[in-house]
């Protein structure tokens, strides 16, 4: 897995923030090729957002992120005991957190997410899904 990060902080309790991650995850199951091997499932992501401590004990983050999964294993259509990689799967979004506490003695954890999910190439379901 690769990863890199730059923080950017213009005043004390507010960040601003970037990232870059690629990852991959060994395939599974049986290949229709003559290997029967599956090759290792790639992942791309990449993410902006800003932090902010609205007060001592309260913080928010803000984040637009964009992910990308590629050599997702699809069933053989014609053979559905093995399969092919020609699945591809991206992801957008926005993530807004909020947590601390907000008087003595509450807390508050508070989460919203908006996401985009689309098949991007697949031999099974109509891209776009």
Do not use: C, H
Not at 11 to 34: C, E, H, M, Q
Not at 76 to 88: A, F, H, K, M, V
Not at 93 to 118: R, T, Y
């Amino acid at each position: 897995m690769q990863d890199y990060r730059i923080v950017y902080q213009p005043i004390k309790p507010i960040s601003l923030y970037a990232s870059y991650s690629r990852s991959f995850t060994p395939g599974t199951g049986v290949a229709s090729d003559v290997s029967g091997q599956l090759r290792p499932e790639r992942g791309t992501q990449y993410e902006i957002g800003v932090k902010a401590d609205i007060t001592d004990k309260l913080s928010a983050t803000l984040a637009l992120f964009d992910i990308t999964r590629t050599n997702v294993a699809t069933p053989d259509p014609i053979n559905p005991l093995r399969s092919i990689q020609t699945g591809e799967q991206n992801s957008r979004g926005v993530e807004l957190d909020l947590s601390g506490e907000i008087v003595p003695g509450w807390n508050i954890f508070a989460g919203f997410l908006l996401i985009d999910p689309k098949l991007t190439a697949d031999n099974t379901f109509p891209v776009g899904n």
